[in-house]
């Protein structure tokens, strides 16, 4: 290839990142950027060990191989509380309650 090639493909693809990046920052709202981000978590996934202890800090269960971890939120005036849940290698969900300790470490 002539360097006036790779020349021209350097721009395009400086422009190309450049316009991409602008796009994402301005044209996004904070929604659409938290879904994108989460679809690219589901894809590369995550090899994770939960571990839920006791509070003498024995250890009560331990899950591994776990992909991805979520949060639920707390809704006003109704009661409910914060928890984590996630989804077991075997496709069980499990729902932990923020009174429960527990350590989410990669393997």
Avoid: C, H
């Avoid at 060990?49 to 707390?74: E, L, M, P």
């Avoid at 928890?83 to 309650?97: A, E, G, R, S, W």
Wanted: no cysteine; aromatic share 16%; net charge positive.
């Amino acid at each position: 290839m002539s360097t006036k090639v790779k020349i021209i493909g350097l721009f395009s693809v400086i422009i190309l990142g450049i316009t991409g990046y602008l796009y994402f920052r301005y044209y996004f709202t904070y929604e659409q950027k938290n879904i994108l981000l989460r679809k690219v978590d589901t894809i590369t996934g995550q090899n994770l060990t939960v571990t839920v202890f006791g509070f003498d800090g024995r250890i009560i269960k331990r899950w591994i191989n776990i992909k991805k971890i979520s949060s639920g939120r707390i809704r006003e005036n109704t009661g409910e509380r914060n928890y984590t849940y996630f989804y077991t290698k075997d496709n069980k969900y499990v729902q932990i309650p923020d009174s429960v300790w527990y350590i989410a470490e990669e393997e």
